[in-house]
């Protein structure tokens, strides 16, 4: 039996270029349902397709090499002038599976 698991977004970092002001969608400290629709939703399309590959690893009980906590993960949104960057991290179980 396989596990899918709940994944946590949480507004990690903002970083801007002099000058510019940060994203201003976020604040540090957000924090997404990525399991919910309508949190999802509330996650800038550009940055969600930056974390999709690392959500997928995370949803699926798999880890991410480079990262010390095998329950996170660190991405950041790909918008060169005001960076977002967040931490994802597993969180319980949403439903267990049967293998095929």
Known sequence: MS?????????HELRHQPGK???RL???GDEFDLSKPEEKE????????????FITILEFDGTIPWEPDPNKGYVACPDPHNIVVFELRREGVLEKRENP
Do not use: E, L, S, T
Not at 3 to 11: C, N, S, T
Not at 42 to 51: D, F, L, S, T
């Open 3 to 11: 596990k899918v698991y709940r994944i946590i977004a949480r507004v």
């Open 21 to 23: 002001g940060p994203c």
């Open 26 to 28: 976020y604040k540090v």
């Open 42 to 53: 509330k996650i800038c399309r550009w940055a969600y397709n930056a974390m999709f590959p």
